[in-house]
């Protein structure tokens, strides 16, 4: 009895430093967004403000067009997510019910896009958009994340449909819907945890892209929000307190797409594990 007592306080001692090592970042910036400037550097640190003041909230977007880049952002970030649903649950669907030649050379190939750093690609894409008079403008992104983003979407969707007996979609079709019609009727409500973990998966994806958001975007007015934070990061001073501020705005839509799909997310994660 006293073992297990023992073992229990070390596991709530053990997890409760893991809870503080993962909040106290998200506190500080959250503190520090809230300080005026000459108290970020004040020192001895001060872990909670002498002075609360929303100056920094209100200077970055006097500095700069932080709602133009916010709602560049979410533009990309949303349409490309639901173009990657849309076209990786008609992929995952191939892959999941039919065998057919080339089928594991198709999936070796998805699995090797993942191996490779995203930016060993940056060049020559930069050359194809070119070429095509597609630089600086958010549908180069658009095509960018969306293509990078179906073959992983495709592998955890396919999990998804590998778990769910076929027997239901040929019941839909003994009584008289078609095979499209059994996936959007019957097998897709079946999915929708999975669903909503691949499009949150794609979505924080776009959202926190820099690369080739740097990359292929120069215009103020196209910029995202990556590449505004970017930006605080000056070549002598980092404008700490425009940073915090703009970290906790970036942050706001992620959790509130987390807190409305939360129920989603933990049925994705515990039911869409991959299978051979």
Known sequence: MAKSRVLLSLKVLYLSFHLVLMVFPLYWIVMTSLKPKKDIFS???????QQFTLENYINIFKIS??????G???????LSAVIVIAI??????VMARFTFRGHKQIMMA???TQMLPGFVSLAPLYLLLAELD???????LLILYTVGLIPFSTIMLRGFFQRIPSSLEEAAMIDGCSRLGSLYRVILPVMLPGIASTFIFAFVQNWNELFAAVMFIDSESMKTLPVAMNSFIMKFDVDWGAMSAGTVLSVIPTVILFAFAQRYIVEGLTQGAEKG
């Not at 560049?72 to 949303?78: H, Q, T």
């Not at 990786?88 to 669907?93: D, F, G, M, T, V």
């Not at 597609?134 to 180069?140: D, G, H, Q």
């Open 110 to 112: 998805f699995f090797s």
């Open 43 to 49: 020192f001895p640190l001060h872990y909670w403000p």
């Open 65 to 70: 067009k932080f709602h133009v880049y916010i």
């Open 134 to 140: 597609l630089i600086n403008t958010r549908f180069s």
């Open 72 to 78: 560049n952002s979410l533009l990309v970030s949303v």
């Open 88 to 93: 990786s649950i008609l992929s995952a669907y």
